[in-house]
């Protein structure tokens, strides 16, 4: 008899995965919010597996979300840039990890 199960996970934090840090003064009201960017990475483990290391879908998702927020060249910046997680698993088959890192683009205005 062979018995499988699944569940789900979901986490989402303000964090700051990187070493790089960027300080951007808000308190004037000199700049307009554009909108919220994202980015997803993905990873997928069969039987263990497969899949990239945790950092690297961070990195993965980081780097589509500044692709889609379009803000090199001009006086834009990203702001409460979130990470959240989410896990699926049907033990001890299959497992998938996805990282979405969003975050909301200003525009500085004179």
């Known amino acids: 008899m062979i018995i499988a199960s699944s569940c789900g996970s979901h986490r989402g934090a303000f964090i700051n995965n990187n070493n790089n840090t960027t300080q951007v003064e808000l308190s004037e009201k000199n700049f307009e919010v554009v909108r919220k960017v994202s980015g997803q990475s993905t990873a997928t483990y ?43 698993l049907v033990y001890p088959f299959f497992y998938q990890k996805t990282i979405t890192v969003s975050g909301y683009v200003v525009e500085f205005t004179d």
């Open 46 to 88: 069969v039987l263990g597996i497969g899949g990239i290391t945790n950092k690297s879908l961070i990195e993965n998702a980081r780097s589509n979300m500044m692709s889609n927020a379009d803000i090199i060249g001009s006086s834009k910046a990203i702001i409460n840039m979130t990470t959240e997680s989410h896990s699926t």
